[in-house]
C-alpha cells in the first residue's frame, strides 16, 4: 500500500499559520476516522500531536488541530513559534489488510 | 511517566542475524499494542507492524511480512524486532511506539547499520 501523499515542505513567518495536507484513498483516510499526526525533530523521536482526526492529547498546545474532509486530512499550526520547526507526518489506519500507514512528510520551515 | 527503552545502536555485515529490544518501564504493555516503525536515512516514516504483548498476536505491514519477526516477553515488559539475515538495504533507525491508531509513548530509537 502506497503512502499518504504530503507536501515536501511549508513555511511561515512567526505567529502565521501554516496547513499541511495528507492525501489517501477512501480505503484509510476516507474511510476512517483514524488518522494521527506526529512531530519529529531532527535526531528525535517522533511526537503524537493529533489523534482520531482532531484529538489533542495532553500536553498538545492548541495551536495543533486537526481536520478532515474527503480522502484528505489536514493539520494546522497557528501561531507559528520557532519550535515548531520540524518534520511533520500523518497516519492512517488502512483497514485490516495493512493496519497503519504513514504520509510521505513534510518539513515545516519558520521563516 | 511510562517509558520505552530500546537497546542500544547495532553494527552487522550482510547475513547476520540481529534481535533488538524495547522495554516498558511503566508496565502497561500487557494491556497495549506496541508498534515497530522503520526510518531509513534522510526517509521517512514506516508502519513494520505491532504486537500485543498480553497475548504475542502480531500485526505485520504486507512491506515487512516475512522479513522481520515481532515477539515479546510480558514477564519482563519487553517486545523484539528480530531478523535472520540482515542486508545493507536494513540500514535505518527502529523506533518501538506504544499504541495501535495512535503512537502515543515513543522510545529513543535504535539505530541498525548494516555493512561488509
Known amino acids: 500500500q502506497s503512502a499518504l501523499t504530503q507536501p515536501p515542505s511549508a513555511s511561515g513567518s512567526p505567529g502565521q499559520s501554516v496547513t499541511i495536507s495528507c492525501t489517501g484513498t477512501s480505503s484509510d483516510v476516507g474511510g476512517y476516522n483514524y488518522v494521527s499526526w506526529y512531530q519529529q525533530h531532527p535526531g528525535k523521536a517522533p511526537k503524537l500531536l493529533i489523534s482520531e482526526v482532531s484529538k489533542r492529547p495532553s500536553g498538545v498546545p492548541d495551536r495543533f488541530s486537526g481536520s478532515k474532509s474527503g480522502n484528505t486530512a489536514s493539520l494546522t499550526v497557528s501561531g507559528l513559534q520557532a519550535e515548531d520547526e520540524a518534520d511533520y507526518y500523518c497516519s492512517s489506519y488502512g483497514g485490516r489488510s495493512n493496519f497503519k500507514v504513514f504520509g510521505t512528510g513534510t518539513k515545516v520551515t519558520v521563516l | 511517566e511510562v517509558r520505552l527503552v530500546q537497546s542500544g545502536a547495532e553494527v552487522k555485515k550482510p547475513g547476520e542475524s540481529l534481535k533488538i529490544s524495547c522495554k516498558d518501564s511503566g508496565s502497561t504493555f500487557t494491556n497495549s499494542w506496541v508498534g515497530w516503525v522503520r526510518q531509513m536515512p534522510g526517509k521517512g516514516l514506516e508502519w513494520m507492524g505491532m504486537?500485543?504483548?498480553?497475548?504475542?498476536?502480531?500485526r505485520y505491514s504486507p512491506s515487512f511480512q516475512g522479513q522481520v519477526s515481532m515477539s515479546g516477553d510480558k514477564s519482563i515488559s519487553t517486545v523484539y524486532l528480530q531478523w535472520s539475515s540482515l542486508t545493507p538495504t536494513d540500514t535505518a533507525m527502529y523506533f518501538c511506539?506504544?499504541?495501535?491508531?495512535?503512537?502515543?509513548?515513543w522510545g529513543q530509537g535504535t539505530a541498525v547499520t548494516v555493512s561488509s
Open positions: 511506539a506504544r499504541g495501535d491508531h495512535a503512537m502515543d509513548v
Open positions: 504486537i500485543y504483548p498480553g497475548n504475542s498476536d502480531t
